[in-house]
């Protein structure tokens, strides 16, 4: 992870060339002082080991993936103009890469045509479907499942939408009847579909709610926020793979670049399927669009000020590994369901640990087993300190008890719902610590 000599060369290098390009500027000095800078350093490395380590694979908790190299590069290239992607003033070739890096995640999702642009994350992205969601279609509705990221009920808080969540099934995935339910009784404009829930990464059925868009008219966005890249593995279940295959369907996707997209933070994504949908966002702000009568970003997007630097990182990734199957950044995300699949099978074979429904993508739910749900629920937090101390670094969830029905033969059901162990296993390097990860599950679970 360590940004090795050869990896600095070449950004010192790829900096002489960029500054080729105002070479016919006068000289002016900007002096750094160093003996200042080296202590106020120095000091922020040592304050900054107060973290869990994110870049190795013995963390396996959160949704926490170490940005690729080139990622890396590309943005501290960028730095050097520190371009602002919200105007063609403030970075025009930022602005350009915006654009294309954009485009081939539209057509990511088989779609030619587009309008949309990056945000600072999910939330932004989401936040401006339902935006949309609001001003087509004011006052009515907007549904999604419990397992919903919890941005959805928040915003529309915000935004001042009617929310409504509807139930999950057992493998968290929006129950179609309560869905329909919902349809039949109110009048609702927008039924956010995830793909890939937060917590188990779970897919909702998109085909059959698409079905049921026919017959009671809303609109449909994806929240691909986390999940959207798997369109690209080809080792889904056929249920998987079936919803992807409807995304194309969709009137809007979020999708983060900085979660599966090897990407820094600060890197989201809104797509809309009619480039129509501009339109909302007009306004006539009297001073940020003299320099060309061209489109600007900040034209259609809530946020104004937005980091060039994360356009340049994202297009420099998608150069390097473009998003096609069967490539580099398909494979890694093959690799980390594989991964995810080869625990489950490991957990689920071993009487000492309870799991819940097979993983449908890279993301993986399981618990210490115990007499009852509150003793699970107990030893699933001593767990997760005692891995921490093991070096293995997991992360907590609390679910219904419903997604474990498989595995609770004997324990008695003294609790609703289940505080358990969450491993997101999406580095390329997971797959491959397999091993090493079970054996410390094992140990930790003999230490319980
Ligand atoms: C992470 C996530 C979000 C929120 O995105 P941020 O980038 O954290 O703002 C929304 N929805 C889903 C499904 C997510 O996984």
């Known amino acids: ?7 600095l060369q070449l950004l010192n290098e790829a900096i002489s060339d960029l500054e080729k390009g105002f070479s016919n500027l006068p000289d002016f000095e900007s002096h750094v002082d160093m003996e200042r800078l080296r202590p106020v350093l120095l000091e922020v490395a040592e304050k900054m080991r107060d973290n869990y380590p994110y870049f190795h694979p013995l963390y396996a908790g959160q949704m926490m993936k170490p940005p690729h190299p080139i990622a890396r590069l590309a943005y501290m290239l960028a730095l050097y103009v520190n371009p602002n992607n919200h105007a063609l003033d403030g970075g025009r070739a930022s602005s350009y890469m915006e654009k294309e890096a954009v485009a081939a995640i539209a057509r990511m999702f088989g779609w030619e045509t587009h309008m949309g642009h990056l945000c600072g994350g999910g939330t932004m992205a989401n936040m401006e479907a339902l935006w949309v969601a609001g001003a087509l279609n004011p006052g009515k509705l907007v549904v999604a499942s419990q397992q919903a990221h919890y941005t959805h009920e928040r915003i529309t808080h915000v935004l001042k939408i009617p929310y409504r969540s509807v139930p999950v099934d057992t493998t968290a995935r929006m129950d179609l009847n309560a869905l329909e339910d919902v349809l039949k009784h109110k009048d ?31 609109r ?48 989201g994504c809104i797509l809309f399927k009619d480039p129509a949908i501009g339109k909302l966002y007009t306004h006539d702000s009297p001073y940020t669009y003299f320099s060309s009568g061209e489109m600007h970003l900040g034209e ?19 150069r390097l590994l473009p998003l096609k199957k069967g490539g580099e950044l398909a494979e890694g995300l093959e690799e980390a369901r594989k991964a995810a699949l ?5 957990l689920s074979a071993d009487t000492r640990f309870i799991t819940a429904f097979p993983p449908e993508l890279d993301i993986l739910v399981y618990a210490p087993k115990a007499g009852s749900v509150s003793e699970i629920s107990a030893l699933s937090r001593k767990f997760f300190e ?13 679910l219904p008890v419903s997604f474990f029905e498989a595995s609770l033969e004997g324990v008695k059901r003294d609790e609703k719902t289940v505080t358990c162990l969450r491993s997101c296993l999406m580095k390329p390097e997971h797959l491959d ?10 140990k930790t679970r003999k230490e319980l």
Not at 192 to 217: F, N, Q
Not at 237 to 265: C, F, N, R, W
Not at 342 to 346: H, S
């Open 433 to 442: 610590w397999i091993k090493n990860i079970y054996r410390i599950l094992v």
């Open 220 to 267: 449909v966005h994806a929240d691909a926020a986390y999940g959207g890249y798997f369109i690209l593995a080809e080792n889904l279940s056929d249920e998987t793979k079936k919803a992807y295959q409807h995304l194309e369907e969709v009137d809007s996707i979020a999708i983060d670049p900085h979660k599966h997209g090897l990407q820094p933070y600060g890197c």
């Open 342 to 346: 080869v625990l489950y099978e490991r």
């Open 188 to 218: 609702v404009g927008m039924v956010v579909a995830t793909i890939g829930t937060t917590a188990t990464g779970s897919v909702d059925p998109l085909g059959e709610i698409l079905a049921l868009k026919e017959r009671y008219h809303f």
């Open 300 to 318: 259609i997007s809530l946020e104004c000020s937005r980091p060039g630097a994360s356009a340049v990182a994202l297009w420099a990734t998608q």
């Open 386 to 398: 005692k891995a921490a101390d093991n070096n293995l670094h997991l992360a907590l969830v609390t």
């Open 1 to 7: 992870m360590r940004m090795n000599g050869e990896e």
